[in-house]
């Protein structure tokens, strides 16, 4: 039964956060608007205009990330019949990867960059192993 439910807290942690990231990711043009003429949904058009983007275009891919982050580790950390700071780092460095992959493909500064894979990630993880029920 701990196999399970180990093995289903990587699962759900992850689509759980999964689904944070996205929301959060959706919700941020809304509040804050891209500058005018960009599509964010065409990285050719994001790259071009990269240059536009001041840092409170950046507030909530970051939130993204780490409240994604957060809340898939901690999903993971609750549901985890065994080792759960191990499968909520599990989750964290999941979210990592794919954070690290994103750097690569979508056009962003440096400083953005550096401080999503150091802080929006790992971080994060260790920070819902903290959190006790």
């Known amino acids: 039964m701990k196999i399970i439910r180990n093995i289903l807290a990587v699962i759900v942690g992850f689509a759980v956060g999964s689904v944070v990231n996205m929301a959060l990711v959706m919700l941020g043009p809304r509040v804050v608007p891209a500058p005018a003429g960009v599509d964010t949904s065409n990285a050719e058009s994001l790259a071009a205009a ?24 901690l999903v993971a950390f609750l549901v985890a019949g065994s080792h759960r700071t191990v499968f909520a780092f599990a989750v964290g460095a999941l979210f990592l990867a794919g954070g690290i992959a994103a750097s690569f493909m979508i056009p962003a500064p440096t400083w953005f960059i550096v401080l999503d894979i150091v802080v929006a990630y790992l971080p994060m993880a260790w920070l819902a192993t903290r959190v006790r029920h």
């Open 50 to 73: 990269i240059h536009l983007f001041e840092p409170k275009h950046f507030v909530f891919p970051f939130l993204a990330h780490a409240l994604g982050t957060f809340a898939g580790a």
